[in-house]
């Protein structure tokens, strides 16, 4: 009896133990499912798919009660050890609004700062790929050449990105005297000199964001320009070169025609490009001649 006994016991704890083994390697995979689930969606909130911009947040300012405020203020935080911008908040009203034109910031280069231009690609002229990005616009507070408000950002994502949302804000406020809590924080992945997007989060205040109520990120890309945002230097995105309907750039005068990656071309003239279609040979017989120095 005491044999049968000892044999039940045993194979008591043994299934016991079988149990709680199975219990916590299926809590283990649960838990690394979820966490899978929180990485993919914390990619894909940062990873530009086409939109110069997206929704953050169901699109809601995270602003706590103690920080609303209706009284007019801006605050710039410190540089990191790096040199780069932190947070920019703001409660802009309109006496923080500038009443003459913005001076130069050309003396401010922020960190990454690796200018280079893209004819054919940046619709500008020159065609430079980078802007100093105000955080916070200088139509909402004035602010000019503050080294802690400026950061390197493509004309991509300055015009197309966070200037509409600047103009929003901007407009409200003239509109009905009212305020907005504003607050924009860079996005730095570990020591990049290069943020990867902005994010802005706006809500206007007396009015209890019935005005203006958003959350956005907005993307530091430009199509067509792979951006090193380690140090800020650049190149031709040959991807995005396949898809567009030209294949050289030619100087309309000289009649020389370059790989669009020709350092020559950076110093051409924006009226003198010319972008042409189709095959080396056919370059050629329609009477322009190939660049010496890339050999197209």
């Known amino acids: 009896m005491k044999k049968i006994a000892n044999r039940l016991k045993y194979y008591l704890l043994l299934a016991t133990f079988?149990?709680?083994t199975l219990i916590t390697i299926n809590n283990?995979?649960?838990?690394?499912?979820?966490?899978?689930?929180?990485?993919?969606?914390?990619?894909?909130?940062?990873?530009?798919?086409g939109d110069a911009s997206i929704e953050v947040n169901g699109n809601k300012p995270t602003f706590t009660?103690?920080?609303i405020v209706d009284d007019s203020y801006e605050e710039y935080g410190?540089?990191?050890?790096?040199?780069?911008?932190t947070v920019a908040y703001a409660c802009v009203g309109k006496d923080l609004m500038p009443t003459e034109k913005r001076?130069?910031?050309?003396?401010?280069?922020?960190?990454?700062?690796?200018?280079?231009?893209?004819?054919?690609?940046?619709?500008?002229n020159p065609p430079y790929l980078y802007n100093r990005c105000h955080l916070i616009g200088y139509q909402l507070t004035g602010e000019n050449d503050n080294k802690k408000n400026l950061v390197t950002g493509t004309r991509y994502m300055n015009m197309d990105g966070m200037l509409r949302y600047e103009n929003s804000v901007t407009s409200y406020v003239k509109e009905t005297g009212n305020h907005v809590m504003y607050r924009v924080t860079p996005d730095f992945k570990g020591d990049n000199l290069v943020c990867n997007g902005v994010n802005i989060e706006a809500l206007s205040v007396e009015d209890g964001g019935e005005g203006i109520c958003f959350n956005v990120y907005c993307y530091n890309?430009?199509?067509?320009?792979?951006?090193?945002?380690?140090?800020?230097?650049?190149?031709?995105?040959?991807?995005?070169?396949a898809n567009l309907d030209w294949t050289y750039i030619a100087n309309k005068y000289s009649k020389k025609f370059h790989d669009p990656e020709c350092e020559l071309v950076a110093d051409m003239k924006t009226n003198n490009l010319k972008f042409l279609s189709g095959t080396r040979e056919e370059v050629i017989a329609q009477g322009y001649e190939p660049c010496t120095e890339c050999n197209p």
């Open 18 to 20: 079988v149990c709680i």
């Open 28 to 49: 283990e995979s649960l838990e690394g499912n979820a966490n899978e689930e929180v990485i993919e969606e914390g990619t894909q909130s940062t990873e530009y798919s």
């Open 65 to 67: 009660e103690d920080e």
């Open 78 to 85: 410190d540089l990191d050890e790096l040199g780069r911008c």
């Open 103 to 124: 001076g130069s910031i050309e003396a401010v280069k922020p960190t990454g700062w690796e200018q280079k231009k893209y004819p054919g690609i940046i619709d500008s």
């Open 221 to 241: 890309v430009q199509p067509g320009v792979k951006i090193h945002y380690s140090d800020g230097t650049s190149e031709l995105d040959r991807d995005y070169q």
